[in-house]
């Protein structure tokens, strides 16, 4: 089925996507929650118990948006220390954990650093707010111990150059792990789904957001994304090893990892 849509131009691509993450910044959580049914906060759970934060790491998320991913990093980091505490004496000269959050679009990084703000982490040194493109990091060679892209690798224009640039500034033994909507099989599942991403979704981005358009395109860029195999190899290709994925609720969701060895 095509659903009416036609293939998008790049430079009309990008536009989209800028147009999404800027007239929607303000309502991105709540329509995530409301999308997604709240799942989105247990995929993402999920992801960051695959990474296995530990204090005094340095981590990348990229395409951050408001934060998600980088709280709850920064929690679990958090849970290790208290964990720690019992036992061990806490060494104060441990390294100072940098969770950088990457994204391109400001305003999605200041409601992020509002969202900090009220969550009392206003001075937390371990957050870090950093504007840049996936593709172009300015990130050094070999720095990172982690780095995480949810929902972020589906819509950026050359998903190659990310994975470039993600094995680039991990450091040896780092590890990649990307979150993204992804590709269900199962027939019945599949039909129901396809109904709702491309009746449901841009109603409801009409209704909440006043932007059908944007939120057709995000849909429609769910189809395009390689298939979950496709994009094993594409993380093959960029030099990680070890690479794997696992699909959550029948692979509307996929969590991708590779090993930089
Ligand atoms: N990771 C967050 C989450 O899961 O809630 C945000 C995901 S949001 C769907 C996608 C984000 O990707 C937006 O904040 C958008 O600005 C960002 N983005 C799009 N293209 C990008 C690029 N080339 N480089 C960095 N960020 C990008």
Partial sequence: TSFGFKEVPEEEKSRLVGNVFSNVASNYDVMNDLMSAGL?????????F??????GMKHLDVAGGTGDVA???LESINDVKRRERQDVQEDDSQEQTQIYVCDINPHMLNIGKKRAIG??????????????DAEALSFHDNSMDGYTIAFGIR??????KVLDEAYRVLRRGGRFL??????VEAPIFKELYDYYSFSIIPAVGELVAGDRESYQYLVESI?????????ASMIVDAGFEKVEYENLVGGVV???????L
């Fill in 40 to 48: 989105h906060r247990l995929w993402k759970d999920r992801l960051v």
């Fill in 50 to 55: 695959e990474l296995n934060p530990f204090p």
């Fill in 71 to 73: 709280f709850r990093i």
């Fill in 119 to 132: 969550m009392g982490l206003g001075e937390e040194r371990s957050l870090i707010w950093e504007e840049g």
């Fill in 155 to 160: 819509n950026v224009t050359h998903i190659e």
């Fill in 178 to 183: 990307c979150l993204e909507l992804s590709h």
């Fill in 223 to 231: 189809r395009r994304f390689p298939s979950q195999e496709k994009f």
């Fill in 254 to 260: 996929a969590i991708h990892s590779g090993l930089k």
